[in-house]
């Protein structure tokens, strides 16, 4: 049984930074192109950034510069680092997986993953 589990999120100030983690149980992770979304109230998910199985990235370009993406197929983790935090980054963060994708490929869109977490909740105070 494939599992998804976030943790790290949280409050912080403007200009502040934290870090959400995933852990995936049930799969052979490396496999696995793993994907970061957000929904902030009455918004729709929408894609943050990605890793491929080869491991390059990809970001929505408001987050590009401020976000970083990083997985450790021996812990089975994928660490999205956020820096330079804004209040328009508050929302709640979810990971995604998808074994389907070619080795280098990113996907950006919802239903090129298969399996999602819970999600953790970002808020970023002004």
């Known amino acids: 049984q494939v599992q998804l589990v976030e943790s790290g999120g949280g409050l912080v100030q403007t200009g502040g930074s934290l870090s959400v983690s995933c852990a995936a149980s049930?799969?052979?992770?490396?496999?696995?192109?793993m994907g970061w979304f957000r929904q902030a109230p009455g918004k729709g998910r929408e894609f943050v950034g990605a890793?491929?199985?080869?491991?390059?990235?990809s970001y929505v370009a408001s987050v590009k510069g401020r976000f970083t993406i990083s997985r450790d197929n021996a812990k089975n983790t994928v660490l999205l680092q956020m820096n330079s935090l804004k209040p328009e980054d508050s929302a709640v963060y979810y990971c995604?997986?998808?074994?389907?994708?070619?080795?280098?490929?990113?996907?950006?869109?919802?239903?090129?993953?298969?399996?999602w977490g819970q999600g953790t909740q970002v808020t970023v105070s002004s």
């Open positions: 049930g799969v052979f992770f490396s496999t696995y192109t």
């Open positions: 890793i491929s199985r080869s491991g390059g990235t």
């Open positions: 995604a997986a998808d074994p389907g994708m070619d080795n280098a490929y990113v996907g950006t869109r919802e239903h090129e993953y298969i399996y």
